[in-house]
């Protein structure tokens, strides 16, 4: 899973897609898989390291998760998973 | 050095529903190589750009395009032996044929303009679009021609509802039902005429591109927007830049194949699945191509020099992410300042500061 290559993220976690204009605000942890994911991390990575770095069940990252990336593919952010 | 020039502009109509005059104006003067006076052409004597004596160093008033192109040429000749005009810009979709046709005359007192061809400015009618997407292979919205109430009835075996009622040069509604379309129908037949345009609904997010052409088939500068703001009358109050390789590729090609002469704003429509529909060609710059300037594209400027004949490069390159937002600001003035420009059709930047200094 991909991010779309023309968006921007800055530190402030105000993210800016190039691409339709459009900009959203991400809280920490948003920024964080974000950015795991513009690293090309695969999901099982990205749970892995914030399981580390993070006081949360695994049940409630991958909820968390999952809700997450299903914002992110319904405001099309996502590269094309074809 | 800069070079000196004069260069007349309409549409100063800063209003809620802008005219491109005042941005164009601001493009212009920006430009490191010129060094302009800038005679304002004016249809009503309260549009606000007459009494900004930081954009036009003098107005005139001129006949609408109905009196007649005769009249128009007249008040030109006029204003020509004053001022001595090297460019002139009209800005309103009503007024350009008129300026097409008298052109030539124009060319004979000195004045250049930059405008489409007649064929161009024909073919891309929202009237004769599907033609028009069908000769230059672009994707538009399916629609047909009305011209009486007894039409309407037919719109449900060739549409599903939502539909579009379009005039035939401004004024757009979405309609759900046939009495809505009636409404719509009468409303801008009234205003503008038939025939009415009933256009295929295509839901998505419009998109529109400030161009130029150079007349023949470059692109001399091209910036995509985003509205983010839009007014009750449908015009951007706000927007923003942004990064689409096939919005551009439509406007290049557009460009090369039509070879398009002037200034033009493509609207259209994305789709989810990121398709593009055009859904409108204005044959002039945009009230919003200031946008563009900010964003790294001069197009105001680069119109000039084609339209003194000389060879502008492409500009490629431009910010995404550049902003514009409108703001209202109220100009103060006297009576003076109306009376001159009702009474005597013309309006001078120093009698503007005069009128100020007499009163003070």
């Known amino acids: 899973m991909k991010i779309k290559e023309n968006i921007a993220v800055s530190g402030s976690g105000f993210l800016f897609d190039s691409g339709t204009g459009d900009s959203y605000n991400l809280n920490e942890l948003g920024q964080v898989i974000i950015k795991l994911l513009q690293e090309n991390k695969t999901e099982e ?37 074809n | 050095m800069r070079t000196k020039l004069t260069i007349a502009v309409t549409g100063l109509n800063n209003t809620d529903n802008p005219g491109p005059g005042i941005p164009v104006i601001r493009g212009i003067r920006e ?33 609408y395009p109905t009196a007649g192109t005769d009249e128009i040429l007249q008040r030109i000749e ?40 007649t064929e161009q400015f024909e073919e891309r009618h929202k009237r004769v679009l599907p033609q028009f997407g069908e000769k230059y292979g672009i994707q538009v919205p399916r629609s047909i021609n009305i011209t009486t109430i007894n039409d309407i009835y037919q719109i449900k075996y060739q549409f599903k509802y939502p539909v579009l009622v379009k ?76 990064q689409d390789k096939k919005m551009m590729d439509i406007t290049h090609q557009l460009i090369s194949k039509t070879k398009w002469k002037g200034g033009m704003e493509l609207e259209m429509i994305k789709t989810k699945d990121e398709e593009y529909y055009l859904i409108e060609i204005n044959p002039r710059i945009p009230a919003w191509v200031y946008l563009a300037v900010g964003a790294g594209q001069n197009i105001p400027e680069a119109l000039v020099k ?14 995404p992410g550049t902003m514009f937002i409108r703001y209202s600001f109220d100009l103060i003035g006297n009576i ?8 005597t059709g013309e309006l001078d930047k120093k009698e503007i500061n005069n009128i100020h200094n007499i009163n003070q």
């Not at chain 2, 502008?312 to 910010?319: Q, R, W």
């Open chain 2, 31 to 63: 430009s490191k190589d010129f060094d302009v006076r800038i005679i304002g052409l004016a249809y009503e004597n309260l549009e606000p750009g007459i009494y900004m004596d930081d954009m036009v160093d003098k107005t005139y008033q001129i006949p």
């Open chain 1, 45 to 81: 990575e990205i749970q892995s390291i914030i399981l580390q770095d993070y006081q949360v069940e695994p049940e409630v990252l991958s909820n968390a998760y999952y809700d997450f990336i299903g914002m992110l593919r319904q405001h099309n952010l996502l590269a094309n998973e």
């Open chain 2, 336 to 343: 003076q300042q109306f009376e001159q420009i009702s009474m």
């Open chain 2, 167 to 242: 005039g035939q040069f401004y004024d757009a509604y979405i309609a759900y039902s046939e009495e809505q379309v009636q409404t719509h129908f009468s409303k801008i037949s009234a205003k503008w005429g038939f025939p009415i345009i009933i256009q295929e609904f295509v839901q998505g997010t419009e998109v529109n591109v400030v161009a130029l052409g150079d007349g023949e088939g470059n692109t001399i500068g091209a910036v995509p927007m985003r509205k983010q703001y839009i007014t009750d009358k449908g015009k951007a109050w706000g927007g923003i830049t942004i």
């Open chain 2, 78 to 117: 006029y204003i020509q032996a004053k001022e001595n005009i090297d460019v002139l810009i009209p800005n309103f979709d009503a007024e350009l044929f008129s300026f097409m046709k008298v052109q030539d005359r124009l060319l004979e007192m000195g004045i250049h303009t930059f405008l489409p061809e």
């Open chain 2, 306 to 319: 084609l339209a003194l004949g000389e060879k502008v490069k492409p500009m490629t390159e431009y910010k």
